[in-house]
């Protein structure tokens, strides 16, 4: 129980009013629940989130820091250029506001994200970006480019030691695409579609994680914009692998909070 309404009469109450009290307690009741399922639903979003938060590989961020430190004697502007970059890109990946952004805010987090494996990698890494500035302004759920972007420099190098991705981002009616594909190992379609206990099993833990970045991001979409606006995987192993996202470019109650965009020298 959460509440009682109280009537307050001088007179006994007739048919009429207990019909109308009663009617009036169940549109309380029901409003209620509603904003009780708001609130679940809120709480689910904040908690997919922290679980791709969560799905940033450490070994990046370990790597990124060893990188950004073996400039710090050869090319000191350098380091600090890439200690900046390091600097927004957790800023923004861990912040504590919004469940959704604009495709703008995480193009320039993902250029952010490059830049600091392209230090680390150097030529090796080969990145195509192609981006239609109409679509720049659309809203989508936060972060939901990192875990495509990740996994595709995790499967474009994995025994490899260079690879290219290619991401694009289309104009489409009342649509807008984005795709990212790389070139590398690719992965079971089987596995994919299991679940990521299957990979495991395999003893692919970069397989699994994958997975359940890629659920996550699916799910996401669909609770924000319905089952039309899920992930898309085109895969096969020694094949790369392909994720097309497709969301709205309006869609009503879904606003992202803001922010500014510029992409950097590398993008």
Known sequence: MLGVLVVVTTRSPGPG????????????ASQIELAELDASRARLDRAEVLA?????????????LNTIASFVRTDPDRARELVLEFADFTRYSFRAAGQFTTLAEELRNIDRYLTLERARFGDALRVTLQVA??????????????PLVENAVRHGFAG????????????????C???????????????????PGDALSAGDPDGASAHVGLTNVDHRLRAAFGNDYGLVVETAIGAGTKVIMRVPKFRTGVRADGGTYGMGQNG
């Open 17 to 28: 009013l207990l019909g109308a009290v009663g009617e009036v307690a169940r549109y309380a």
């Open 52 to 64: 791709l938060r969560a799905q940033i590989s450490p070994h990046f961020l370990y790597n990124s």
């Open 133 to 146: 500035p109409e679509v720049l302004t659309v809203t989508v759920p936060f972060l939901a480019l990192q």
């Open 160 to 175: 490899r030691g260079s690879g290219s991705i290619e991401l694009i981002a289309r104009d489409e009616g009342s649509d």
């Open 177 to 195: 695409i984005i795709s990212v594909e790389d070139d590398g190992v690719g992965m079971d379609p089987e596995a994919l579609r299991a679940g």
